[in-house]
């Protein structure tokens, strides 16, 4: 299998942010476009963009696929940037790429299958000192999310504040995978019934929930020949 090691600095996330605003400028499309397309917040494509390919690859994926670029193409630019080496021949049981990943839609029921009735997502949010993106365990109830935090926490409610919580899975050839994407306010768990359903938290948390105003999925899937 083709293996393609990338210089550090092309791999860096100011190369990758770069790459990003020339596709943009070259395309015509504004950021907020992009982030609808790839179904992400303006907040969570910056932060994607921030930190590099090592963050969030499913996210990479789906703005690959928006701005009509390869993976590659967009992590480590074209072939002036990258060194490629084979380290053995192709994996006869792969069939061969042959452009950008393709997009596909999840319906909101699909959406609510994928997420189970608990796992582990991210939630991100845009606080006084810029995004902030945090791992949290959640527990879905009535499609609402519920999750547990520090009340002087990041991730505590905030009547003026929305947050979007996402939760992705990619096979480990990145050729196929899916997010789902929630955005809506948060408010602390209140009901003495429903609390006393949920575990415990930790010491001086708080259940928290995500109300839902919208819910986007989608999948994605390599371009092959067939």
Do not use: K
């Amino acid at each position: 299998m083709t293996n393609e090691h990338v210089p550090a600095d092309a791999a860096a996330p100011n190369a990758l942010a770069r790459r990003f605003a020339a596709r943009l400028a070259d395309l015509g499309l504004t950021e907020a476009q992009v982030a609808t397309r790839a179904g992400m917040s303006i907040a969570y494509l910056r932060r994607v963009l921030e930190l590099g390919c090592d963050f969030d690859p499913p996210a990479l994926l789906r703005l690959a696929a928006v701005l009509g670029l390869d993976y590659q193409e967009l992590v480590a630019g074209g072939p002036a940037e990258r060194v490629h080496t084979v380290d053995a021949g192709p994996d006869p049981g792969s069939p061969p790429l042959v452009g950008p990943p393709v997009l596909g839609e999840l319906t909101t029921a699909e959406c609510w299958n994928r997420l189970g009735g608990n796992g582990l997502g991210r939630l991100a949010r845009t606080g006084p000192d810029g995004p902030v993106v945090r791992p949290v365990g959640y527990v879905v109830h009535d499609r609402t999310i519920l999750y547990r935090t520090n009340p002087d926490g990041a991730l505590a409610p905030d009547a003026s504040r929305e947050a979007a919580f996402e939760v992705d899975r990619a096979d480990p050839d990145l050729r196929e995978g899916w997010s789902v994407l929630i955005i809506g306010p948060l408010e602390y768990v209140t009901d003495p019934a429903l609390l006393a359903e949920l575990p415990e938290p930790p010491a001086a948390g708080r259940w928290v929930r995500l109300t839902p105003r919208t819910v986007t999925g989608r999948t994605i899937r390599a371009a092959t020949a067939g």
